[in-house]
């Protein structure tokens, strides 16, 4: 079982619809979840971050984390064009530690 | 923005030889990491470094890496004799603080062995 798990992808949208993008993990003592996009040749950039069950709202994107479920995902409302990217998911267990990313996944957003 | 920057942007070594990458975190931030990501691949945990000793290493850290912070800004990464699988992107990163602060990522270092 791999630790942090995403959708296989590639996943496509139209302009304007919602992208929902999902994550598990196997590790029960990870205490922060992140979310980076990663432009194709570019390096990740983090877009969200939490720690708490329950939502995470910040602007257009939205974290929910499930922790008795072991879950995490990312809402992107009106996607665009320019959102189309990677997503990684990565997880942390401890404060100081490794973050643990996943093998991503792939959102197209056509116009 | 603060940024972090890495150099060089893309190296060419020869397999046996030494490299260094080199990295400049935001200043103010306690916590650094190098990652790699070997194309088409997942990025993966190097190393991370705090009050000028390595906290955590993963098993592809072997005798062969070594970091340092040799004079309060520069964080280097370096690969004492190159293997055919050492080319992949590297990243350094930093975070201000640990827990939920997730890393700000430079813009990588490509090493390409031949």
């Known amino acids: 079982q791999k630790e942090v798990e995403q959708n296989s992808g590639p996943l496509s949208v139209p302009e304007g619809a919602i992208a929902s993008l999902n994550c598990t993990y196997s590790?029960?003592?990870?205490?922060?979840f992140f979310w980076y996009r990663q432009y194709s040749g570019k390096s990740p950039e983090l877009i969200m971050s939490i720690y708490s069950n329950g939502d995470k709202e910040d602007g257009r994107f939205t974290a929910q984390l499930n922790k008795a479920s072991q879950y995490v995902s990312l809402l992107i409302r009106d996607s665009q064009p320019s959102d189309s990217a990677t997503y990684l998911c990565?997880?942390?267990?401890?404060?100081?530690?490794?973050?643990?990313f996943g093998d991503g996944t792939t959102l197209t957003v056509k116009p | 923005e603060p940024e972090v920057t890495q150099t060089p942007s893309h190296q060419v070594t020869q397999m046996g030889q030494e490299v260094i990458l080199r990295c400049v975190p935001i200043?103010?931030?306690?916590?650094f990491y190098w990652y790699r990501q070997i194309l088409g691949q997942k990025v993966e945990f190097l190393v991370s470094f705090y009050n000028n000793e390595i906290s955590e290493k993963s098993e592809i850290f072997d005798d062969q890496f070594s970091v340092e912070r040799p004079d309060g800004s520069n964080f280097t990464l370096k690969i004492r004799s190159t293997k055919l699988e050492d080319s992949a992107m590297y990243f350094c990163?930093?975070?201000?603080?640990?827990?939920?602060?997730?890393?700000?990522f430079g813009s990588g270092t490509r090493l390409t062995v031949v």
């Open positions: 200043s103010n931030h306690l916590y």
């Open positions: 990565a997880v942390r267990r401890t404060n100081a530690g490794k973050s643990t």
């Open positions: 590790d029960r003592g990870s205490q922060s």
């Open positions: 990163a930093s975070s201000v603080q640990a827990g939920s602060y997730g890393y700000t």
